[in-house]
């Protein structure tokens, strides 16, 4: 995706990318720079679940691109998935949201709730809107950021609602990500910041400057993704259980269609 013309003079970032590090992204870091630099990105974030080593072999090539990267790890906790940016290290899975924020906000980093109160097909759960309410009331571990636009089709059909509640009840800075898991798909959601670094970026996240862009991933697009992540999985855990996984992929497309056309 090429970045529209209107927003040249502000920063341009994806805060939401898997990379091949990732159990169900498919791209190499540097595949995914190449793609980013294409789209007339400043900034992008990996995201890999529970694991930065995609993130930190990108950060090494930033000057070859001329794409600035931060270290990021999507996480599964107790309530849900949340995107720590900014990151020195690892945070383990499984722990408790408050514990997960707490250790993001040690390292320095920032949080950002992802892809917020939706649900869909083979993905792990979201944070709801009662943990999300619980966290802000706590200044402590407030998170610094959500999700407003995410590119993938569900986020078509959720991105008013995420502006709504945002606005209404939760007032954290707006950000966009792709949620990319091939490098076709990079720069699909964008978060726009006045300034061009990762540091800017990440002033402007504090300061609740920052706006949001971009596009959606088509529903094709998306099925095809899905269907790689079977056969990807399906080869860790043999064929056997491959079959079996690939065995309702057309049954869930079908739901899926059914489920956006109504």
Not at 140 to 158: F, H
Request: hydrophobic share 35%; net charge positive; no cysteine.
């Amino acid at each position: 995706m090429i970045i529209k013309e209107t927003h040249k003079n502000l920063g341009k970032a994806d805060l939401h990318i898997h990379s091949s590090y990732s159990y169900d992204g498919f791209s190499k870091p540097e595949a995914i720079l190449k793609e980013a630099s294409k789209a007339g990105l400043d900034v992008i974030a990996i995201t890999d679940h529970e694991e930065v080593k995609g993130a930190k072999e990108a950060e090494k090539l930033e000057k070859k691109y001329g794409v600035e990267v931060i270290v990021g790890e999507e996480i599964l906790t107790n309530e849900g998935e949340v995107l720590g940016l900014f990151l020195k290290e690892k945070v383990k899975p499984g722990k408790t949201l408050k514990e997960t924020v707490k250790e993001i906000h040690k390292q320095g980093g920032l949080v950002v709730i992802p892809h917020p109160f939706s649900w869909f097909p083979l993905t792990r759960p979201p944070i709801g809107i009662k943990s999300l309410y619980k966290l802000v009331k706590d200044r402590d571990i407030s998170p610094d950021a959500i999700e407003v636009l995410n590119a993938t089709p569900m986020g078509k059909y959720t991105i008013e609602r995420n502006k709504r509640v945002n606005e209404k009840i939760f007032s954290l800075a707006e950000v966009g990500g792709s949620d990319a898991h091939i490098e076709q798909h990079v720069g699909m959601g964008v978060t726009l910041f006045p300034g061009k670094t990762k540091e800017d970026l990440k002033a402007a996240i504090l300061k609740k400057e920052t706006k949001v862009s971009g596009g959606f991933i088509s529903r094709a697009e998306h099925a095809r993704v899905i269907k790689k992540n079977i056969v990807k999985i399906g080869k860790k855990i043999g064929k056997s259980a491959g079959r079996k996984l690939l065995k309702p992929y057309y049954k869930l497309k079908e739901s899926i269609n059914h489920r956006l056309d109504h």
